[in-house]
């Protein structure tokens, strides 16, 4: 498929603030880096790469933004990412697994202290098939936790670099799952937690570069 015909929506969320009144340094950043990430990869149009942090990331917001993903038709990729204080899983898995949806559908998460709400979500994709399940990269399972600097969390950071790695001229495609592995490698490497990963029995993820532009992040 000729990229300029690629169809995609990416929602990216950072919610820094916890349930408890607890706040998290990073989400926000996380957040903000994989959509500025996306876009320096070609996926920068303002409609379909969405990135909610701060006073926009409120729950009504969120179900809205979720909702209208859900509501999307003929997408070759639909990809969600969440940083911070893990809201209910239903409404995620009502926009990413339905019938009619995205040919290739991802979850990435970073969370932690979220036991039973990944329990909800292993059980959540145990029940979708193969060909509606959403592929889901987690920052650690239900009995894990996850860490942060002043930057990143250490989960993100790992996956920002793998996304950011130089590759060969002429690269005209990203493998995400090789993305996904070689970040897993990482984070536990860093902090000694595997991470949660399902797949929809697909042996690559490959997307198309749209275009490579050198955008100002740090």
Known sequence: MPARDFRYHLLSIGVNREANGASVRSAERDAFGISWTFAQLGYWRADRNRCLTGAQATAASI??????????????LL???WSGHLFPCDPLMEALARDGGARLRVLIIDTCHADERMRRLEAALADVPDARRPVVLASCAADS????????????????????????????TLDLLDAFNRAADDAVGRTGREPLFSSNGAGRLRIPILTQTALPFE
Do not use: K, M, W
């Open 79 to 81: 990809l969600v990412y």
């Open 145 to 172: 936790r996850a860490r942060e600097n002043s930057v990143n969390g250490f989960f993100t950071g790992a996956l920002l670099r793998q996304l950011r790695r130089p590759r060969r001229p002429g690269a005209r």
């Open 63 to 76: 179900d809205a933004h979720l909702a209208h993903c859900a509501g999307l038709d003929d997408l070759d």
